[in-house]
């Protein structure tokens, strides 16, 4: 038998689940209106995050491939290495992203025709994603931690392949743009 968090232990991390949740897609929504160059703040264009942030992404898919096969060989400690270095990048991409929006103008998409609509697709799917995913990566985490491994990996299953999406359509979306940034 799995040894599982009790229900209180459960509870608590549901409600950090919920609370993070909720609040990392607001204050990112929130500060990435605030421009602090608009409201008059010295600060430099942090431009050159953009390629880091997003090789950090295309790091990101490769750690969660890795992992994945590290867990299908029985290599359960490098797994978990894996899984908690995939989720520190993503804390850092999170931070540079937001870091560069709050200091430089958005860049707008330039191409025409079909391109466009494929590139308005991934864009928006890769937001709405990146939002969905937050409490799956959290609970897949906890069920990981307090050892309910079935349940980890029930939706693990639903976990990855989100993930997934979100780390590579983010290294695709800065691939689109790229041209588009100004120098």
Not at 78 to 106: N, P, Q, W
Not at 128 to 145: G, K, N
Not at 151 to 174: C, E, M
Request: overall charge positive.
């Amino acid at each position: 038998m799995e040894n599982t968090l009790t229900n209180a232990e459960e509870s608590k991390y549901n409600k950090w689940i919920v609370l993070l949740s909720v609040a990392i897609p607001l204050v990112v929504a929130l500060l990435f209106g605030v421009n602090l160059r608009k409201l008059g703040y010295d600060v430099q264009p942090l431009s050159f995050l953009p390629p880091i942030y997003a090789t950090i992404n295309g790091i990101t898919a490769v750690l969660l491939v890795a992992a994945v096969w590290a867990i299908k060989n029985g290599k359960r400690a490098l797994h978990e290495r894996l899984i908690k270095v995939a989720i520190a990048c993503s804390v850092a991409f999170l931070g540079m992203y937001v870091a560069y929006h709050m200091t430089s103008d958005s860049t707008k998409f330039g191409g025409e025709g079909m391109i466009k609509y494929v590139y308005y697709f991934i864009l928006v799917t890769h937001i709405l994603l990146s939002v969905v995913i937050i409490p799956f990566v959290l609970i897949t985490y906890v069920r990981a931690i307090s050892k309910s491994f079935e349940r980890h990996k029930k939706i693990a299953k639903i976990t990855f392949p989100l993930w997934l999406y979100v780390a590579v359509t983010g290294v695709i979306v800065y691939l689109m743009i790229s041209p588009y940034y100004v120098q």
